[in-house]
C-alpha cells in the first residue's frame, strides 16, 4: 500500500491489527455481496448468519456462505496478480488521495438511506413558498405551475415555454429535463397549485399520484377546489417514499396507463 500510494500510512501495532482492520473494512461489502447472492440465486442462509451477530464468527460464516477463503493471506496468494491490480487502482483514485492527505473524510458504514425532502406539516406553507417563486428565465415572472422536486427540493417552473430545454434532440419541459440531472430520467414532484403528485421517467411516460395531504374529513383536495385546510399524512408520504426507494415509480406508471388509456395521451415530456 505504501508503495502504491507514495505516502506513509498509519503504522500498525502487528500483523493482527492489519488483518483486523482489513476484516472490520469489508465487511460491509460482504453483508451486501451476500444479500444479492441470496436474492440472485435463491440459497437460503445458514442459521447462524441469521441471528445479529458480529466480530470473527460473523466473517467466517459470510466466507463459507460466499466461498470465499476464511485466511486472508491465502486470498492475496492464490489471486495475487488480481489483488495487486485492484490494489494500485484503488490506491490511485482521486478520492482515496484526498483522504490520505486529511482533505476529506472516510464514509462510514452502515450508511443512512436516502430519504425524500421533510416537507411541512400544514400545505398553507407550501403555497405561500410557491407564491414566492418567480420562473428563473423570464425576468422575474411568476411562476403559472411551480412544482417542487421531492428528491432535491427545488422549485421549477412547470408547463412553460420559457424555461424548456432540449434533450436528445426534443424539447422538454422544466420538470422532464430536471430528472435527468436529479434521477436519472425518473422523478417525483408535488405540483403545489394542483396539490397533485407527479410522476416521471423518460420523456414520454408519467403519471398523477394521491398528494400526502388530507384534510380534516381524510380526503384529499386535488385540484384545491374544496379550500379546506390541508395536513400532511405521514403513512401517505412514506408510501411515496418506499415506490421510490425500491425503484418502483417506473412500475406505478405502468399499472396507472393500464389502468387509465388516457394517461398515454398526455404530453409528458412538455412539463
Given at each position: 500500500?505504501?508503495?502504491?500510494?507514495?505516502?506513509?500510512?498509519?503504522?500498525?501495532?502487528?500483523?493482527?491489527?492489519?488483518?483486523?482492520?482489513?476484516?472490520?473494512?469489508?465487511?460491509?461489502?460482504?453483508?451486501?455481496?451476500?444479500?444479492?447472492?441470496?436474492?440472485?440465486?435463491?440459497?437460503?442462509?445458514?442459521?447462524?448468519?441469521?441471528?445479529?451477530?458480529?466480530?470473527?464468527?460473523?466473517?467466517?460464516n459470510l466466507c463459507s456462505y460466499l466461498s470465499l477463503?476464511?485466511?486472508?493471506?491465502?486470498?492475496?496468494?492464490?489471486?495475487?496478480?488480481?489483488?495487486?491490480?485492484?490494489?494500485?487502482?484503488?490506491?490511485?483514485?482521486?478520492?482515496?488521495?484526498?483522504?490520505?492527505?486529511?482533505?476529506?473524510t472516510a464514509i462510514s458504514f452502515?450508511?443512512?438511506?436516502?430519504?425524500?425532502?421533510?416537507?411541512?406539516?400544514?400545505?398553507s406553507s407550501l403555497i405561500n413558498q410557491a407564491s414566492n417563486f418567480s420562473c428563473p428565465k423570464s425576468g422575474g415572472d411568476k411562476g403559472r405551475a411551480p412544482t417542487?422536486?421531492?428528491?432535491?427540493?427545488?422549485?421549477?417552473?412547470?408547463?412553460?415555454?420559457?424555461?424548456?430545454?432540449?434533450?436528445?434532440?426534443?424539447?422538454?419541459?422544466a420538470c422532464t429535463a430536471h430528472t435527468y440531472t436529479c434521477g436519472s430520467g425518473v422523478g417525483i414532484f408535488l405540483r403545489v397549485r394542483e396539490c397533485q403528485v407527479l410522476f416521471l421517467a423518460g420523456k414520454t411516460k408519467g403519471c398523477f399520484y394521491p398528494p400526502p395531504y388530507l384534510d380534516d374529513y381524510g380526503e384529499t383536495d386535488q385540484g384545491l377546489r374544496r379550500g379546506n385546510p390541508l395536513h400532511l399524512c405521514s403513512e401517505r408520504y412514506k408510501k411515496i417514499q418506499k415506490l421510490w426507494q425500491?425503484?418502483?415509480?417506473?412500475?406505478?406508471?405502468?399499472?396507472?396507463?393500464?389502468?387509465n388509456q388516457t394517461l398515454a395521451g398526455i404530453d409528458w415530456q412538455h412539463l
Open positions: 500500500l505504501c508503495q502504491c500510494t507514495g505516502s506513509a500510512l498509519k503504522e500498525l501495532n502487528s500483523g493482527w491489527h492489519l488483518c483486523s482492520s482489513i476484516k472490520t473494512g469489508i465487511m460491509p461489502f460482504l453483508r451486501c455481496s451476500a444479500l444479492f447472492f441470496h436474492y440472485l440465486n435463491g440459497v437460503p442462509a445458514p442459521p447462524e448468519m441469521q441471528v445479529a451477530a458480529s466480530g470473527v464468527n460473523h466473517f467466517e477463503p476464511h485466511n486472508l493471506l491465502c486470498l492475496f496468494q492464490d489471486n495475487s496478480k488480481t489483488m495487486t491490480s485492484l490494489i494500485e487502482s484503488w490506491c490511485s483514485n482521486h478520492e482515496v488521495t484526498m483522504y490520505l492527505e486529511g482533505k476529506r452502515p450508511r443512512e438511506p436516502n430519504r425524500l425532502i421533510d416537507l411541512p406539516e400544514d400545505y417542487l422536486c421531492l428528491v432535491c427540493g427545488t422549485m421549477l417552473c412547470s408547463q412553460s415555454y420559457c424555461c424548456q430545454t432540449e434533450i436528445e434532440g426534443d424539447d422538454v419541459g425500491q425503484h418502483s415509480i417506473t412500475e406505478e406508471i405502468g399499472h396507472a396507463q393500464e389502468a
